[in-house]
């Protein structure tokens, strides 16, 4: 790719990360794109892929269309993930725009399960539990001894279980 192409995107983003006031470290938790990436595209030794600049250009606040050398509403070319234009890059007006009032949301979030799966879990979680204390008081011909030693193991699964069910249904 051409150096001229690398050279300007890594010149939109430095300056967009720098508007933002954004550490390398924390563009890379920001976007989920790994520190060395950052680090590589802001130093043009490599032409980042389209979508790790939609990605770039949606937390900083450029024009991923510029970046990619296309008009607003165009459609790519075959290839254009890998063809970037350099004069439209070059070129760009005011690309930056003003940074939001808070910091975006980081983009992974835990999934939530629907009830239907928490159900699922909570029973299939409990014949497991129940399977593995079956299995370690069968793979022992002199456990239990006493009563207690049973009421002891029973009760631990109680807790082991109620735990995962707390976790499950949180």
């Given at each position: 790719m051409?150096?001229?192409n690398?050279?300007a995107?890594?010149?939109?983003?430095?300056e967009?990360?720098?508007?933002?006031?954004?550490t390398?470290?924390?563009?890379?938790?920001?976007?989920?794109?790994?520190?060395?990436?950052?680090?590589?595209?802001e130093?043009?030794?490599?032409?980042?892929?389209?979508?790790?600049?939609?990605?770039?250009?949606?937390?900083?606040?450029?024009s991923?269309?510029?970046a990619?050398?296309?008009?607003?509403?165009?459609a790519?070319?075959?290839?254009?993930?890998?063809?970037?234009?350099?004069?439209?890059?070059?070129?760009?007006?005011?690309?930056?725009?003003?940074?939001?009032?808070?910091?975006?949301?980081p983009?992974?979030?835990?999934?939530?399960?629907?009830?239907?799966?928490?159900?699922?879990?909570?029973i299939?979680s409990g014949?497991?539990?129940?399977?593995?204390?079956?299995?370690?008081?069968?793979?022992?011909?002199r456990?239990?001894?006493?009563?207690?030693?049973?009421?002891?193991l029973?009760?631990?699964m109680?807790?082991?279980?109620?735990a995962?069910?707390?976790?499950?249904?949180r």
């Amino acid at each position: 790719m051409d150096q001229l192409n690398k050279e300007a995107i890594a010149r939109l983003v430095r300056e967009g990360r720098a508007a933002k006031g954004y550490t390398q470290q924390e563009l890379s938790e920001i976007t989920g794109i790994s520190l060395r990436s950052v680090q590589r595209i802001e130093n043009a030794e490599v032409q980042p892929r389209m979508f790790t600049i939609k990605i770039l250009a949606e937390h900083l606040g450029f024009s991923w269309q510029v970046a990619a050398g296309e008009t607003p509403g165009e459609a790519s070319p075959v290839g254009a993930e890998e063809v970037v234009e350099e004069e439209h890059i070059l070129n760009a007006p005011a690309v930056l725009e003003a940074p939001p009032a808070e910091p975006p949301a980081p983009l992974r979030t835990r999934r939530r399960l629907n009830k239907a799966q928490k159900i699922i879990l909570t029973i299939v979680s409990g014949i497991l539990i129940g399977l593995l204390v079956l299995a370690y008081v069968a793979q022992s011909a002199r456990f239990p001894e006493t009563d207690f030693e049973l009421f002891l193991l029973l009760g631990g699964m109680v807790v082991v279980y109620g735990a995962v069910v707390f976790r499950i249904w949180r």
